[in-house]
């Protein structure tokens, strides 16, 4: 074996164990650039994923009825009539449906409905609905994609 011949095969090997430490070195860079992004994103820019409920119900067979109001809450309401009941109302007007946006995922909701005459006195409530609000994984893909801010 000439020295050339030795040369040759030390280079060969000195090659190897650089391209094994190039690529050892990007991918712990890659490693602590994701890491440092689902950081970032579950710590530092927390967001918080938003589900609907919709609601709807009969018209109401009173001629003095001119509008209805959705209660809404996540505990079961305390008594019968408004007085005693959830913590989120909302105006329907003179609609049969609504929807109720912007309810937090995981958690159960009630609801119930009132009408309203003229004078804004309200019927005892209707009777009471609960959902689960889940969000379907579309969204959650959306949601972690998104930089939106958690309010």
């Given at each position: ?6 040369t040759y095969v030390l280079t ?21 650039l994701i890491a440092g992004f ?114």
């Amino acid at each position: 074996m000439r020295f050339s011949e030795c040369t040759y095969v030390l280079t060969s090997q000195y090659d190897k164990y650089m391209i094994f430490r190039f690529r050892s070195i990007i991918l712990g860079v890659l490693i602590v650039l994701i890491a440092g992004f689902f950081y970032y994103k579950y710590f530092c820019h927390p967001t918080l994923l938003t589900g609907q409920a919709v609601l709807s119900w009969n018209i109401s067979n009173d001629p003095k009825v001119k509008g209805y109001k959705v209660y809404y809450g996540k505990e079961p309401r305390k008594n019968n009539c408004p007085s005693g009941g959830y913590t989120h109302a909302l105006n329907a007007g003179s609609n049969i449906s609504y929807t109720v946006r912007n309810l937090e995922a995981g958690k159960t909701y009630y609801f119930s409905v009132t009408s309203y005459n003229d004078a804004k006195k309200e019927s005892c409530f209707s009777e009471e609905m609960k959902k689960d609000v889940k969000v379907p994984f579309k969204d959650h893909l959306k949601n972690f994609f998104s930089f939106k801010r958690k309010k």
